[in-house]
């Protein structure tokens, strides 16, 4: 019934991810070329229809539709008084770095992390302080330096933590441990945790992801989590978050920042799409995630077999691949751009991320099967040539 095996051309259709030469092979920006589920395209045709697009805001349907989804999917009950809508994640974590630290302050984040994370707060006059993710090279995972964590927390100019769970680019859901132990940390040195939980509903294998808001109501009370269904359903443009903040005072600080001044008024599809896309369209999220997990079995298969000079980092959520390149560079950005020219296949240089970013490259892996393959095989000419060249 769900199509996710056809090639949609998306060339000359307004989309960032394919504004590129007609050779190239767009596997990069993190939006997927599958078509939206039909129950939310047949949602947002009846609003279309209705014609009349005013002022909007969210009522109990939409709160409860959010509620209901988490509540089935990943058996954690928000309140309903804790949610408000937003214009989307990165804007939410923008104004909420102005409304709960100062400029000059430290916000802290894990990198290799989301590149658009330093944007939100560099462009606010606030200093990126990272506790980076320490790789262990012989496993190929991640984990945190909880000591290295509490001493930048500890740091008196630190006063808000963003945390990416799961992680973007790593693919790495963190334990309901780690997360209570983040939080504690946290709360002890009286550090704000914004939570990004856009990737949430793409764990394809093992544990599901635990959202914050599911913690202890003591654990979250200086917590600020972002949901969306913006990656889930592949409805970037929806331009739709919901933000949840148990607590009332913090809410409200927040809440004012996203008040209509600064991000705006949801357009006229956030609100009947969200629902839609909640309440009727879960069926296709099981589907895609199995779609998700056979192209990342194949990119594994594939890399072990034909490039035995990479790694694939071993993951369990989100469609972003992270590809361990040490082997072959230190600078990635470098290793990119060759492949790029040589081959047309155009994935993301890992140093946008911070950290160890130049030693990995991030791959873009929800489109079609024979799109991952046309994928691999220009990965692994470009990567032979680069050594060729070298
Ligand atoms: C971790 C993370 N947060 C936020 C976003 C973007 O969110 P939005 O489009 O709602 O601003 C992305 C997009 O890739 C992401 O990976």
């Known amino acids: 019934m769900y199509d996710f095996t056809s090639m949609i051309p998306r060339r000359n259709t307004d989309s960032v991810k394919w504004d590129v030469k007609p050779n190239e092979l767009p596997m990069w920006v993190a939006d997927m070329d599958f078509k939206v589920a039909p129950e939310i395209r047949d949602a947002m045709r009846q609003k ?30 928000p309140k309903k008084e804790w949610m408000f809508l937003s214009t989307g994640v990165v804007p939410t974590i923008s104004s909420s770095v102005r409304r709960v630290s100062n400029v000059g302050d430290n916000v802290l984040v ?11 707060i560099v462009n606010n006059g606030r200093h990126v302080l990272s506790s980076d993710l320490v790789y262990d ?10 000591a290295d964590l509490e001493r930048k927390l500890a740091e008196p100019l630190t006063t808000m933590m963003i945390l990416c769970n799961p992680h973007n680019p790593i693919g790495k859901v963190w334990s309901r441990d780690e997360l209570i132990k983040i939080n504690q940390l946290c709360i002890k040195h009286s550090v ?12 394809f294998q093992g544990d599901d992801y635990t959202p914050m808001f599911s913690l202890p109501d003591d654990l979250i009370q200086n917590v600020i989590v972002c949901v969306s269904p913006s990656k889930t359903f592949n409805v970037a443009a929806l331009h739709a978050a919901t933000v949840i903040i148990p607590n009332q005072v913090l809410r409200d600080k927040v809440n004012r920042g996203i008040n209509t001044d600064e991000l705006g008024e949801p357009n006229l599809l956030a609100i009947p799409g969200t629902i839609a896309a909640y309440t009727k369209a879960g069926q296709w999220v099981h589907k895609l995630r199995q779609h998700i997990r056979a192209n990342y079995q194949t990119v594994v298969d594939f890399c072990q077999k034909n490039i035995p000079d990479v790694t694939v980092v071993p993951s369990t959520a989100t469609y972003l691949v992270w590809i361990d390149v040490s082997q072959l560079t230190d600078d990635s950005a470098k290793l990119e751009s060759f492949i790029r020219s040589q081959t047309g296949l155009y994935v993301s240089a890992g140093t946008v991320y911070g950290g160890d970013g130049n030693h990995f ?14 994928g691999l095989n220009r990965l692994k000419n470009g990567i032979e040539q680069s050594k060729q060249s070298k």
Do not use: C
Not at 192 to 203: A, C, F, K, P, R
């Open 110 to 120: 894990q990198a290799p992390v989301y590149n658009i994370f330093y944007n939100s």
């Open 48 to 77: 279309i229809d209705f014609g009349i697009f005013g002022y909007e805001e969210p009522h109990d349907d939409y709160f409860q539709a959010v509620i209901d989804w988490y509540t089935k999917e990943h058996h954690a009950t």
């Open 192 to 203: 704000t945790l914004l939570s990004d939980e856009i990737h949430g509903d793409l764990v």
């Open 137 to 146: 090279p012989n496993n190929h995972q991640y984990h945190i330096d909880f």
């Open 361 to 374: 490259l991030r791959m873009n892996i929800a489109s079609p099967a024979s799109m991952i393959d046309d």
